[in-house]
């Protein structure tokens, strides 16, 4: 009965450690926007994309862009960066902006403080290797946070978003992702879309459908909407 007592009591402190070390910051950082941007101050969309670079779709992707005169923002995975480099170097000449989203695709919330320095500062030595631009953004994985996240990345800003579609799974971007992209709003935004599909939880075709959708809202929209990439703003700050 005493073993039982000692374990219940051990697990109730293990649920009250992560707690507090994960859930509650993360609510509380996104809740008051506590050292996080969720709109730009622009007259523009800021078009971003998590967890690539992946060999087959983001080349496509980096295409598509192209065609329509259009400058994006990269969250990328270190560990990828590593392994498809001429991507990265691809995306830094077209003039994109590349940011952080760790060196693996794994949560803060699991993450010792040391360990989450280790995925910034690894991935911010591959951006920098292959490309001709310095680390300012960071996007933690699935928006998740820890209790030491905003001090140990406070070198950079931390961009969430404004508007999330859901494009990692097929499905939502057959139902709905057209209609919210034309939906969402032309100004101050930060949307977020996914140019891999091998993520957790994702389908791993899901980014050929989400561009698909891209591609029709980019040509009814291109003449009417300002694209505006994360650099600009951080020039724009500076000046
Ligand atoms: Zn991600």
């Excluded at 101050?41 to 065609?67: C, H, R, S």
């Excluded at 803060?108 to 040391?114: A, E, F, G, K």
Aim: hydrophobic share 40%.
């Amino acid at each position: 009965m005493i073993m039982f007592y000692l374990f219940i009591t051990c697990l109730i402190i293990l649920i009250m450690f992560f707690c507090l070390y994960s859930i509650l910051p993360t609510i509380i950082i996104r809740k008051f926007k506590l050292g996080i941007i969720k709109n730009t101050n622009a007259a523009g969309v800021a078009l971003t994309f998590d967890d690539g670079p992946n060999p087959k779709y983001t080349p496509e992707l980096l295409d598509l862009l192209k065609k329509y005169g259009v400058k994006a923002s990269f969250f990328v995975v270190g560990s990828k960066v590593e392994k498809y480099p001429e991507i990265i170097e691809r995306m830094s000449k077209e003039g994109h902006t590349i940011g952080i989203h760790h060196f693996k695709h794994i949560s803060s919330w699991m993450l010792s403080p040391l360990h989450l320095k280790k995925q910034l500062i690894k991935t911010e030595k591959a951006i920098e290797k292959y490309s001709n631009q310095n680390v300012h953004f960071y996007r933690p994985p699935w928006g998740h946070f820890n209790i030491f996240t905003l001090l140990l990345s406070r070198k950079y800003q931390i961009v969430m978003w404004s508007n999330i579609f859901g494009d990692w799974k097929v499905q939502t971007c057959k139902k709905s992702l057209l209609d919210n992209l034309r939906a969402s709003p032309r100004k101050n935004s930060i949307l977020l879309l996914h140019d891999c599909g091998t993520t957790m939880g994702a389908d791993e075709e899901a980014p050929a459908y989400m561009m698909k959708n891209l591609e029709v809202f980019l040509k009814e929209c291109q003449k009417q909407t300002q694209f505006i990439t994360l650099k600009d703003l951080h020039l724009q700050e500076q000046q």
